[in-house]
């Protein structure tokens, strides 16, 4: 797979005035720093960031270019506006190639359609696993396919194609279950069966009048910039 690439420029523009017209330009202000160098302020083009962060993530090796550098990066943070649609600001950690990293990789589970079994619960013990390793060695995802699951035989950590990689250290013990298949039972049917009815009373008894618009009386937004 080729490499996830993000071009980035410099900026001066600190505090909350110059970061707001920043954003006003469809850029999302951040930074960039690594261990033991000093952080570098920058702005990223607002369409090729999302672009790039829905593909990546927060555990995706990424080839950051800053003027004639490429630097090795994840996405370390990301701030939201709390109503709207809007990246606010972006932090990028720069790697050391040489050095461990430790990450968390979501796992992502596929092939439910094919499992033979007619009726079932899918459940998903772990979504998520924490991982060790050098940042090349870092996996692109973690995907597991659960269409030979039956009621006897859950997924575990040790069944991970990355279980048997002597370069990746997992913080999880070996037996620990990712997803497994229940019979779903009358009680755990009719107790959903409520759970839909009550949320459809509630919905009912909402009056219009009531219900909040957003926006009105906004108070200004907080400082994002550290």
Do not use: W
């Amino acid at each position: 797979m080729a490499a996830i690439k993000i071009q980035v420029e410099k900026r001066d523009g600190l505090g909350k005035n110059k970061v707001d017209k920043i954003r006003q330009q469809d850029l999302v202000p951040g930074v960039l720093y690594g261990k033991g160098e000093e952080t570098t302020h920058i702005q990223v083009d607002r369409r090729n960031f999302e672009k790039v962060y829905k593909s990546s993530g927060m555990s995706t090796l990424i080839d950051l270019e800053l003027e004639e550098n490429t630097l090795p990066v994840l996405i370390k943070e990301v701030q939201m506006h709390p109503f709207k649609n809007q990246y606010l600001h972006v932090d990028f950690q720069k790697l050391n190639m040489d050095e461990k990293v430790k990450l968390t990789i979501p796992i992502t589970l596929y092939g439910r359609e094919n499992i033979k079994e007619e009726d079932f619960i899918l459940i998903q013990q772990l979504d998520e696993v924490e991982i060790e390793c050098l940042p090349g060695d870092i996996p692109q995802a973690i995907e597991v396919d659960v269409s030979g699951l039956d009621f006897n035989t859950p997924i575990f950590i040790s069944d991970l194609e990355i279980f048997d990689n002597e370069d990746i250290v997992i913080f999880r013990e070996a037996d620990d279950v990712i997803a497994n298949l229940i019979q779903p039972t009358m009680e755990e049917e009719l107790e959903e069966l409520e759970e839909i009815e009550e949320l459809g009373e509630e919905v009912e008894t909402i009056d219009a009048d009531e219900v909040p618009v957003i926006g009105e009386d906004e108070e200004s937004e907080e400082e994002i910039e550290e």
